[in-house]
Nanobody, 126 residues
Framework: QVQVVESGGGLAQTGGSLRLSCGAA????????MAWFRQAPGKEREFIAA????????RYADSVKGRFTISIDNIESTLYLQMNSLKPEDTAVYYC???????????????????WGQGIQVIVSS
């Protein structure tokens, strides 16, 4: 089975920055798109950003536009999320996801993403 692992989380202050990374174990994972989702305590998992693997199409949630930047290393199949101007409401467990569906970047739902990481904690203090 394909395994995706997130890294780079931790603690930041309001207005600070963090950079998350996500890599797939082995060489059997070749998604068309990858994305970041997050889930705060007591809340549903929400879409953050997505990027196409080969065409660099991007989509961002309104809550992170202008603050977060999603990128991908196509050769290494590594997904990144540069998080700037962090706010306390960004505190959540962040999940990396991959999809083999071509049109998935046009959506904001988790449906269609078939590979998920275990999540990594991001805490933003006031």
């Amino acid at each position: 089975q394909v395994q995706v692992v997130e890294s780079g989380g931790g603690l930041a202050q309001t207005g600070g920055s963090l950079r998350l990374s996500c890599g797939a174990a082995g060489r059997t994972f070749s998604p068309y798109a990858m994305a970041w989702f997050r889930q705060a305590p007591g809340k549903e998992r929400e879409f953050i950003a997505a990027i196409s693997y080969s065409r660099s199409s991007k989509r961002y949630a309104d809550s992170v536009k202008g603050r977060f930047t999603i990128s991908i290393d196509n050769i290494e199949s590594t997904l990144y999320l540069q998080m700037n101007s962090l706010k306390p409401e960004d505190t959540a467990v962040y999940y990396c996801a991959g999809s083999r569906l071509r049109s998935i970047v046009a959506t904001t739902t988790s449906v269609g993403y078939d590979t998920w990481g275990q999540g990594i904690q991001v805490i933003v203090s006031s």
